[in-house]
Antibody, heavy 120, light 109 residues
Framework: QVQLQQWGAGLLKPSETLSLTCAVYGGSFSDYYCNWIRQPPGKGLEWIGEINHSGNSGSIKYNPSLKSRVTISVDTSKNQFSLKLTSVTAADTAVYYC???????????WGQGTLVTVSS | QTVVTQEPSLTVSPGGTVTLTCASSTGAVTSGYYPNWFQQSPGQAPRALIYSLNNKHSWTPARFSGSLLGGKAALTLSGAQPEDEAEYYCLLWYGGTWVFGGGTKLTVL
């Protein structure tokens, strides 16, 4: 059974860096992409980016609207992947989700979500 | 800026059938967009229902199905149950990036 468990700081000040990690338990880590998605309070879902197990630059894709501030990385030795978002503002306040999958298999498995609040 | 459009809200009677659609600002949606559909209840993480247009996950109830309809991706719910009341999101693949639709609030009433 595949499970994703995520963690990270939940309260940030403007201009700080958001940092979240997602661990994948069960299944094959190397066969799928790992994605980050966010949802501002009361709003819809926004795809942030994805990475595969190789972690090479060709395997990393970002939402163009966030690309300048986002870094996604992978640690295959721990079956974990991470998200960093720099220079956060109140507009980055959201529940952040990790999800495993790709365009062939779909984003079938999701983490529980982490609420990140940006406030001075 | 690619925009994916869904109906803001729909209502279905218990036991009834409803179709939700998902349109792309770039033109007709095809299987090459690998449409995904998700269900989200308040306070919960999204739950995947459909992937690659019409494939169900092992946990997807049989009453949900995916298809193409008039140049859009479609999610059909046949035999709606009270527990199907939720927000539904589609997700389209643009050759390396994904874009979510704005969501459809489905009421079972």
């Amino acid at each position: 059974q595949v499970q994703l468990q995520q963690w990270g700081a939940g309260l940030l000040k403007p201009s700080e860096t958001l940092s979240l990690t997602c661990a994948v338990y069960g299944g094959s880590f190397s066969d799928y992409y790992c994605n980050w998605i966010r949802q501002p309070p009361g709003k819809g879902l926004e795809w942030i980016g994805e990475i595969n197990h190789s972690g090479n630059s060709g395997s990393i894709k970002y939402n163009p609207s966030l690309k300048s501030r986002v870094t996604i990385s992978v640690d295959t030795s721990k079956n974990q992947f991470s998200l960093k978002l720099t220079s956060v503002t109140a507009a980055d306040t959201a529940v952040y989700y990790c999800a495993r999958g790709d365009h062939i298999s779909g984003l079938g498995h999701w983490g529980q979500g982490t609420l990140v609040t940006v406030s001075s | 800026q690619t925009v994916v459009t869904q109906e803001p809200s729909l209502t279905v009677s218990p036991g009834g059938t409803v179709t939700l659609t998902c349109a792309s600002s770039t033109g007709a949606v095809t299987s090459g967009y690998y449409p995904n559909w998700f269900q989200q209840s308040p306070g919960q993480a999204p739950r995947a229902l459909i992937y690659s247009l019409n494939n169900k996950h092992s946990w997807t109830p049989a009453r949900f199905s995916g298809s193409l309809l008039g140049g859009k991706a479609a999610l059909t719910l046949s035999g709606a149950q009270p527990e199907d009341e939720a927000e539904y999101y589609c997700l389209l693949w643009y050759g390396g990036t994904w874009v979510f639709g704005g969501g459809t609030k489905l009421t079972v009433l």
